[in-house]
């Protein structure tokens, strides 16, 4: 696979793995935790046992995909099997799949309980249970899903929890799951890339599309994803693009598993320049040529922020997250740059953090009551 070194959250979680132990692991994002997962899981599988033996859960079809192509990798001159589950796709074929051998399972939280509910897959073999993504999870509102799958491993494991972040309901589950888990946190005071710059542009509501556009005809950028808060606001900025930018193209949670796939592997051959997504697309996932993230919509937490620009700058490789700034984002970006210990590199004018949110707004509670002059309906 071309790999030389280990990254340090490899360095330091395989030892644990291979033997067998529990672990909590944070690190930043892009800092090789899917193969510090997949690579001594692989090592502790039993190709002659025909059956699933690990089993590893994450939040979005996306990342269940990019999981099992990298297990994929990994065993490619060993006789084990991965294969993924997640809903929007025939769960036909999938039982199917099923029902021959498998021995790493990768699955989103809804379909993997759809299978555990009608009877069809068997979980008695799993030696390993994976949680990845685990604080996504959480604040996607998988609490319960996940209890329930825990309640399904009645028989001793391994429990592997990774994370990015470490709020206090990870905690919390690892001490009602986990037996004596080795703890392993590594950047706790930088989470995303060290290799990734950080640059803001204070720029009217107005001439955001303009600013935009004017990076994209530049030459600096090898491919980027540019990030929108919803998917309104996706389609809305991509049929505005899409004439103009050949190379254009988008991904949201609404559209079709395959149309998704499709742009993603597009995105991954360099075929798509530009990738209009909204925060599907910043958790986990790996693209190797992405050179910029930019934020069009200003992220709605300074956690946001850290998975979105983490798509760039990933393993070391350098990355620019370029953040756009209005008028109405001045307190955010404040406490956004405070939260994440950010060095910003502000593009043109740094704005006056002292008097923003000192504008007037009238709401209807200042303003001054009239009562209606309509004409009452005649009866």
């Given at each position: 696979?071309g790999?030389r070194e280990l990254?340090?959250?490899?360095?330091l979680?395989?030892?644990?793995?291979?033997?067998?132990?529990?672990?909590?692991?944070?690190?930043?994002?892009?800092?090789?935790?899917t193969?510090?997962?997949?690579i001594?899981?692989?090592?502790?599988?039993?190709p002659?046992?025909k059956?699933?033996?690990?089993?590893?859960?994450?939040?979005t079809r996306?990342?269940a995909l990019?999981?099992?192509?990298e297990i994929?990798?990994?065993a490619q001159?060993l006789?084990v099997?991965?294969?993924?589950?997640y809903g929007?796709?025939?769960?036909?074929?999938?039982k199917?799949?099923?029902?021959?051998?498998?021995?790493?399972?990768v699955a989103?939280?809804?379909?993997?309980?759809?299978?555990?509910y009608?009877g069809?897959?068997?979980?008695?073999?799993?030696q390993?249970?994976?949680l990845?993504?685990?604080?996504?999870?959480?604040?996607?509102?998988f609490l319960?899903?996940?209890e329930?799958v825990?309640?399904?491993?009645?028989?001793?494991?391994?429990?592997?929890?990774?994370?990015a972040t470490?709020p206090?309901?990870?905690n919390r589950?690892?001490d009602?799951?986990?037996?004596?888990?080795?703890?392993?946190?590594l950047?706790?005071q930088q989470?995303a890339?060290?290799?990734?710059?950080h640059r803001f542009?204070?720029?009217?509501?107005?001439?955001?599309?303009?600013?935009l556009?004017d990076?994209?005809?530049?030459?600096?950028?090898?491919q980027?994803?540019?990030?929108?808060?919803?998917?309104?606001?996706?389609?809305r900025?991509?049929l505005?693009?899409?004439d103009?930018?050949?190379?254009?193209?988008?991904?949201?949670g609404?559209m079709?598993?395959?149309?998704?796939?499709?742009?993603i592997?597009?995105?991954?051959?360099?075929?798509?320049?530009?990738?209009?997504?909204?925060?599907?697309?910043?958790?986990?996932?790996d693209f190797t040529?992405?050179?910029h993230?930019?934020?069009?919509?200003?992220?709605?937490?300074p956690?946001t922020?850290?998975?979105?620009t983490?798509?760039?700058?990933?393993?070391?490789?350098e990355?620019?997250?370029?953040t756009?700034?209005?008028?109405r984002?001045l307190?955010?970006?404040?406490?956004l740059?405070?939260?994440n210990?950010?060095?910003?590199?502000?593009i043109?004018?740094?704005?006056?953090y002292a008097h923003?949110?000192t504008?007037k707004?009238?709401?209807r509670?200042n303003r001054?009551?009239?009562?209606s002059?309509?004409?009452p309906?005649k009866?």
């Amino acid at each position: 696979m071309g790999y030389r070194e280990l990254t340090p959250i490899q360095e330091l979680t395989f030892p644990h793995i291979l033997a067998g132990k529990d672990l909590l692991a944070t690190a930043e994002t892009g800092s090789g935790k899917t193969s510090a997962c997949g690579i001594p899981l692989v090592q502790r599988i039993d190709p002659n046992l025909k059956a699933i033996q690990a089993l590893i859960l994450v939040p979005t079809r996306e990342l269940a995909l990019q999981y099992t192509e990298e297990i994929g990798r990994i065993a490619q001159h060993l006789q084990v099997v991965p294969f993924a589950v997640y809903g929007g796709f025939d769960m036909g074929v999938q039982k199917a799949k099923l029902q021959d051998v498998v021995h790493i399972l990768v699955a989103t939280p809804g379909r993997l309980i759809d299978f555990l509910y009608s009877g069809k897959i068997s979980l008695s073999d799993v030696q390993t249970f994976v949680l990845d993504e685990a604080d996504e999870m959480l604040k996607e509102g998988f609490l319960e899903d996940i209890e329930f799958v825990f309640s399904c491993l009645i028989h001793q494991h391994q429990t592997l929890l990774f994370s990015a972040t470490m709020p206090a309901d990870i905690n919390r589950l690892a001490d009602k799951y986990l037996n004596g888990p080795i703890r392993v946190r590594l950047n706790e005071q930088q989470i995303a890339p060290q290799s990734l710059k950080h640059r803001f542009q204070f720029v009217a509501q107005d001439a955001r599309l303009s600013t935009l556009q004017d990076k994209m005809d530049g030459d600096t950028i090898t491919q980027a994803i540019i990030f929108c808060n919803s998917r309104l606001n996706a389609e809305r900025l991509y049929l505005k693009l899409k004439d103009r930018h050949p190379k254009v193209d988008m991904v949201h949670g609404g559209m079709e598993q395959q149309k998704r796939s499709s742009v993603i592997r597009r995105l991954r051959n360099r075929q798509v320049r530009f990738m209009i997504a909204t925060d599907l697309a910043g958790r986990g996932l790996d693209f190797t040529h992405v050179s910029h993230v930019i934020n069009y919509d200003f992220p709605r937490s300074p956690i946001t922020y850290t998975h979105r620009t983490g798509r760039a700058g990933r393993m070391g490789r350098e990355g620019t997250a370029v953040t756009l700034v209005t008028h109405r984002d001045l307190g955010p970006v404040k406490r956004l740059i405070t939260a994440n210990g950010l060095s910003p590199d502000w593009i043109g004018r740094e704005p006056d953090y002292a008097h923003q949110g000192t504008r007037k707004r009238s709401s209807r509670r200042n303003r001054p009551r009239h009562r209606s002059h309509r004409v009452p309906k005649k009866a």
